[in-house]
């Protein structure tokens, strides 16, 4: 099965309905819901969610929000070889090189986000999420 880490901005998308981007999220969510995609993210990342959701509606209902969220992905431990290896890395935001090790520590297959221009370029396929829906076979024939 396909493991896809999902960064914060794309979960929220989802979470929160955000315009013009909640669809292609909504899609990755539906498309793992069937079975057809593993989601993961790290633990650092479902916090950040946890936290910004909480400003933008209420602590109530983020907390029923990452709830939800929660169902729906696999956390990854954040190790300290993941942030000890984008401490010596130059040229990228910390935050996202700390997931990008992450994921790949985790044999991911996609990393997905909105903030490409962040990550590195080599290694671990990363892309935003209307790229993804069209790049893996099995999904790009069954888009909603």
Do not use: W
């Given at each position: 099965?396909?493991?896809?880490?999902?960064?914060?901005?794309?979960?929220l998308d989802?979470?929160?309905?955000r315009?013009?981007?909640?669809?292609?999220?909504g899609?990755?969510f539906?498309?793992?819901?069937?079975?057809?995609?593993?989601?993961?993210?790290?633990?650092v990342s479902f916090?950040?969610?946890?936290?910004?959701a909480a400003?933008?509606?209420?602590?109530?209902?983020?907390?029923?929000l990452?709830?939800?969220?929660r169902?729906?992905?696999?956390?990854?431990?954040?190790?300290?070889?993941?942030?000890?290896v984008a401490?010596?890395t130059?040229?990228?935001?910390?935050?996202?090189?700390?997931?990008?090790?992450?994921?790949?520590?985790?044999?991911?297959?996609?990393?997905?986000?909105?903030?490409?221009?962040?990550?590195?370029?080599?290694?671990?396929?990363?892309?935003?999420?209307?790229?993804?829906?069209?790049?893996?076979?099995?999904?790009?024939?069954?888009?909603?």
């Amino acid at each position: 099965m396909t493991r896809v880490f999902l960064d914060s901005d794309v979960i929220l998308d989802f979470l929160l309905g955000r315009k013009p981007f909640a669809l292609s999220a909504g899609m990755i969510f539906a498309h793992a819901e069937r079975g057809e995609l593993q989601l993961c993210t790290s633990t650092v990342s479902f916090l950040n969610v946890h936290s910004i959701a909480a400003t933008q509606t209420n602590k109530g209902e983020a907390a029923t929000l990452i709830r939800q969220l929660r169902t729906l992905v696999s956390l990854l431990p954040v190790t300290v070889q993941a942030v000890d290896v984008a401490l010596g890395t130059e040229g990228h935001d910390l935050e996202d090189q700390v997931q990008f090790n992450c994921a790949q520590e985790n044999q991911i297959d996609f990393l997905v986000t909105r903030n490409i221009k962040d990550y590195p370029k080599k290694g671990l396929p990363v892309m935003p999420p209307d790229v993804f829906l069209d790049t893996v076979p099995q999904l790009s024939s069954g888009n909603d």
